[in-house]
């Protein structure tokens, strides 16, 4: 079993990853899985739980097929609510390892995808980091993941609890990419600049 943070670390290095040649299906993930030449963005989700040392409990190519697994098997994991480390089920025949989370869309590692909205988004042949809106996505797979210790520093004192509420309600303060809020750090120029830009877009100021 391994731990959601693992899990994230097998999957970044593969960002930028593509199919050779190019159109063609072919991939490291499908020849690991045995099914090369075939749409592989949920081989890509299974490849990188294998290598984290938790293989998903349902081996499937499909998207559909894994969430009816887990609906009907483990339905306690499937989930509207998302967090790091769920595997989304697109609307669009689509997967991905969410990352982090917003108010309104989530941030995910996403297999044969492409870098930009012109491409085909769930058969465009590259290892992306894309954020989407959470109205696109049918559900969110929870796996089974080992606790791990928390070290983050995510919990406001009382009198400071409803503006840090306020802030991450409105993306203004958002944590790193695995949802440490560093609330006691202090903070750097280009922290504050990123945060009084994100202001600024919230009241139609920038």
Known sequence: ???????????????????SPPNSNRTKYGRWFALDGYPWCMMF????????????PCR?????????????NQPARVTQSPEPGDIAIYNFGHTGIVESVAPKTITAIEGNT???????????GEVCRKTRKRSLVTAFIRPDYQKEVSHMDNTPSPAHKSSVDWAVQKGILTGDADGDLMLSQSVTRQQFCTMLLRFAKLIGKD
């Open 1 to 19: 079993m391994a731990t959601i943070k693992q899990v994230l670390q097998i999957a970044r290095p593969e960002l930028g990853v593509k199919e």
């Open 45 to 56: 989700v299974q490849w990188v739980f294998a290598q984290a040392g938790m293989p998903l």
């Open 60 to 72: 499937t190519a499909s998207c559909s097929t894994l969430l009816r697994w887990f609906q009907k």
């Open 114 to 124: 492409a870098p930009n909205t012109s491409g085909s988004q769930n058969n465009g």
